[in-house]
């Protein structure tokens, strides 16, 4: 018996319910106040910039640009689709909750929804093949007269580089690369470089991430491309398709330095006899039975 004798019924003190909520409320306010502060805090100045990219890493290459711009673009605009897709599912699901036991009323055509889902779906594919054709013809685009040529032939396990320019009157030099000793690819700044990727026994993929390309290397086939470093330092390169047991050890370094130090690079390879060119075999360039593939020497 409760003290006003209604039966099964216990008093509480008065206020006790109140009392209780704005306790609570202040512990989630401070809770989230100090994890607020702990996030501001503990995000660097470089940390901020990373995220502004979305994880991709500070660009070296005149085609950063053009591979930043279409990413970021492509996940703005799946970003507005699921907004607008997730804002509608809880919108639907609020409006016509069932409320009674009654059946809705059924209807079998919608003529402007039917058109809504045609016509959207083209439109966003359109707009994403549009901006893609744009930027890709831009990311692949290749000159006439590039300033320089760089032969890149991805072995198991290891990589190959055959620079193409005239060192002290001898027609190109090389350097490899070995498990122990990944190869440097060394680079002038500011320059054009044009590729051709070459691989004389199964798939490599080349990729240095702060140019923001990447393209496979297949066995009998002369893959090209063409850029311009943009940025002096030291970058990260590596095999991005599975090769093989050493996979994992197919990595390199890309030095991208000033003009004399490159020439004097190439100069102490030539020194060392490194002279001609390095291509892995005729299976680099050549398919059996086909013979020599375009590009191939």
Request: hydrophobic share 40%.
């Amino acid at each position: 018996m409760g003290s006003n004798g209604t039966p099964g019924v216990e008093e509480r003190p008065a206020g006790s319910a109140g009392a209780t909520r704005p306790g609570k409320r202040r512990l989630l306010v401070g809770t989230a106040v100090v994890l607020g502060t702990l996030l501001l805090t503990g995000c660097s100045s470089a940390t901020t910039e990373q995220w502004k990219r979305l994880g991709l890493p500070v660009g070296a290459s005149d085609r950063t640009e053009q591979v930043r711009s279409l990413w970021i673009g492509a996940w703005i605009a799946a970003l507005i689709v699921g907004v607008m897709v997730w804002g509608l599912i809880l919108w639907v699901s609020v409006r016509y909750r069932k409320r009674t036991d009654e059946a809705p009323k059924q209807v079998r055509y919608n003529l402007p929804l039917e058109v809504l889902y045609t016509l959207a779906p083209f439109a966003i594919i359109g707009v994403l093949f549009f901006y893609t054709v744009e930027h890709g013809n831009k990311i692949t685009a290749m000159s006439s007269s590039p300033q320089h040529t760089v032969n890149v032939v991805g072995q198991q396990w290891q990589w190959t580089f055959n620079y193409k320019d005239t060192v002290d009157g001898q027609q190109g030099v090389w350097e490899t690369g070995t498990l122990d000793k990944p190869a440097q690819l060394w680079l002038p700044v500011n320059e054009s470089v044009h590729f051709d990727l070459t691989s004389p026994d199964v798939i490599h993929s080349f990729w240095v991430p702060s140019f923001y390309f990447k393209l496979d290397v297949i066995p009998g086939r002369t893959n090209k491309f063409e850029l311009t470093p943009t940025k002096t330092g030291t970058f990260a390169g590596k095999c991005a398709e599975l090769c093989g047991l050493y996979h994992s050890r197919m990595v390199f370094t890309v030095k991208v330095v000033n003009r004399d130090e490159y020439d004097a690079h190439l100069k102490e390879l030539a020194a060392k006899g490194q002279t001609g060119a390095a291509t892995g075999g005729s299976n680099a360039t050549t398919i059996p039975g086909h013979g020599e593939q375009e590009g191939g020497k």
